[in-house]
């Protein structure tokens, strides 16, 4: 199999458990995943067609198709009796959507989010803690209550450029970006484009509330809310908690994209069978916990309903013991559209970045719109 180990332990919670449960079964890693063009091509040149190919993006699928690996699993699954419905749908529609409407890929982990907040903070301004299931609106208003000077320390109520792809996918998460029989470019035109750029203008315009020259999370600690995914570096000693990421009005419940890692059987594999019966004793609710990350970042929701998460903690991650780790799992994923076009990844990438473009370029949301939209040429369209 070709497979990317970043600490999650292949040799133990992979090839040892395989091995041990089909004994006719080796498991070699090739190395590699599906966004990296030189492993793919030095393993087919050698001759190591994988069985299996992992991915850590979504939108690595164009390798897949170009090297002649990609394989839709959709009727296989059926015929190994794969459980599917243990996924949240719209977790499930955004890797298909990558993949021509087909399961090229199945995620075996899945991005969580939370709004975390320093409780020191909301205490010295004497403000209630966030609460969970608050929308954008009622944030950024929390925000102001929690920004000013105190003590000669000036503290930050929102910092929310970084990553700015995951509030705008909340609500344009199933909008075609770009048409794939035309190549028009469609995202350019959603009202909530502007919305999302209206609302950071309004947050960093707040007094006090400027874009931090340090991160006011884990450096100078300064600053009272950051909505992200499980924040792994947070300090083991800051005071704080996690509510549920926050939603629009638009699109209630809807949480940003539930990405994940995912692992694949590849058309030249002459082992699909054995290879999906791997895959299906890997992704079982026993063992999927552990090819994460972590065990709370697999993607089946049903593991987390009323059990105590706290047991579920790496060594690394006991600084969230305690927390409201539930607000993890409240949300929906977003979903994606039915296709994509060829120019998405491009789209992808100038969305991710399109909240702290607008606020370093120092323009107005109008001017912003129409200057950084005449640009759409760069992908191609």
Known sequence: MMWEDWGQGFQENIKEVVEEQFPHITVKNIGGDTGNKDWIEEALTAGNVPDLIFAYRQ??????????????????????????????????????????????????MADHYALHY???????????????????????????????????VQYQGLDITGNGHLPM????????????????????????????????????????????????????????????????????DLNFDIVTYPQWEEAPNIGPLAGGW????????????????????LYSDEHIGS??????????????????????????????????????????????????SEFDVGAFQQIEHLGEDFIKSGLDVNTFIRGAFCAVSFFGV
């Open 59 to 108: 939108y690595h699928v164009n390798l897949l198709e170009e090297y002649e690996l990609n394989y839709d699993m959709t009727e296989l699954l059926e015929k190994h009796d794969f459980d599917l419905s243990r996924y949240d749908p719209a977790h499930l529609d955004e890797w298909k959507s990558w993949a021509n409407g087909e399961i090229w890929l199945l995620p075996f």
């Open 118 to 152: 320093n409780k020191d903070i909301f205490d010295l301004f004497g403000v209630e803690y966030p609460k969970d299931g608050m929308t954008w609106k009622e944030v950024t208003a929390l925000a102001s209550q929690v920004t000013g000077e105190r003590n000669g």
């Open 169 to 236: 996918s909340q609500i344009i998460g199933r909008t075609q970006l770009i048409d794939p029989e035309t190549d028009e470019v469609l995202w350019t035109k959603s009202p909530y484009v502007k919305q999302w750029l209206e609302m950071v203008e309004n947050v960093y315009n707040m007094p006090g509330n400027e874009m931090p020259e340090v991160d006011p999370w884990t450096e100078s600690r300064t600053l009272a809310m950051r909505p992200l995914w499980l924040d792994i570096g947070t300090p083991e």
């Open 262 to 281: 995912g692992l694949g059987i590849t058309e030249p594999s002459q082992h699909k069978d054995e290879a999906m019966e791997v895959m299906k004793f």
């Open 291 to 340: 090819l994460g990350e972590s065990a709370i970042h697999a993607p089946f929701n049903h593991l987390f309903e009323g059990k105590d998460i706290d047991e579920m903690l790496v060594e690394r991650m006991e600084k969230f013991k305690g927390k409201n780790l539930q607000a993890l799992y409240k949300l929906e994923a977003a979903g994606g559209p039915e296709s994509r």
